[in-house]
Antibody, heavy 122, light 113 residues
Framework: QVQLVQSGAEVTKPGASVKVSCRAS????????MHWVRQAPGQGLEWLGW????????KYAQKFQGRVTMTRDTSISTAYMELSRLRSDDTAVFYC???????????????WGQGTLVTVSS | DIVMTQSPDSLAVSLGERATINCKSS????????????LGWYKQKPGQPPKLLIY???TRESGVPDRFSGSGSGTDFTLTISSLQAEDVAVYYC?????????FGQGTKLEIK
């Protein structure tokens, strides 16, 4: 079955960077775009961007431009999201989420990782 | 950015009754070239990731009970649960995927009356 398994919780300091991984299984990794979404404690959902897992091309939300980097390693079917210059208000659960159909970015996400809590605290 | 606004923020409905959640976008999410509304609905329970219920505004995702339905076009959309079950207690979000950044509504918390 389709599954996305994310790396474990992180605690980090303001100004540092964090890198979250998302290992995919049960489908052809390079056929589907991967989105990244975050959710601050008790808050709503916020889209960070997507990565074309085939070409490596990315599209980031303007809000995160310059701070976020999405990459992938096709040999191990894993996507990564790195967020730099962290602030306390970056504390959130970060999700990877697969686009609904092959080769299309303009789609909702039908399969989500379990989430990775990133806590930014001095 | 397209702003998505849901109403109400919270809703209490009796078991077996109908629940209706509205979502309004600040600009149309209807692509004229394919006549599709780039609008989805998600359900999220505490401690869990969101679950896709509806896409293209009215297409039910595989495995989603048929008591869930979506309607609307352009800028105004509705998610309807025809007969509320206990397991439907959750927060519901609409999302536009017409243009980046993809944006979500603020969420509607659905509870049992």
């Amino acid at each position: 079955q389709v599954q996305l398994v994310q790396s474990g919780a992180e605690v980090t300091k303001p100004g540092a960077s964090v890198k979250v991984s998302c290992r995919a299984s049960g489908y052809i990794f390079t056929d589907y775009y991967m989105h990244w979404v975050r959710q601050a404690p008790g808050q709503g959902l916020e889209w960070l961007g997507w990565i074309n897992t085939n070409s490596g091309g990315t599209k980031y939300a303007q809000k995160f431009q310059g701070r976020v980097t999405m990459t992938r390693d096709t040999s191990i079917s894993t996507a990564y999201m790195e967020l730099s210059r962290l602030r306390s208000d970056d504390t959130a659960v970060f999700y990877c989420a697969r686009a609904l159909a092959v080769d299309q970015p303009l789609l909702p996400a039908d399969c989500w990782g379990q989430g990775t809590l990133v806590t930014v605290s001095s | 950015d397209i702003v998505m606004t849901q109403s109400p923020d919270s809703l209490a409905v009796s078991l077996g009754e109908r629940a209706t959640i509205n979502c309004k976008s600040s600009q149309s999410v209807l692509y004229s070239s394919n006549n599709k509304n780039y609008l989805g609905w998600y359900k999220q329970k505490p401690g869990q990731p969101p679950k896709l219920l509806i896409y293209w505004a009215s297409t039910r995702e595989s495995g989603v009970p048929d008591r869930f339905s979506g309607s609307g076009s352009g800028t105004d959309f509705t998610l309807t649960i025809s007969s509320l079950q206990a397991e439907d207690v959750a927060v519901y979000y609409c999302q536009q995927y017409y243009s980046t950044p993809f944006t979500f509504g603020q969420g509607t918390k659905l509870e049992i009356k």
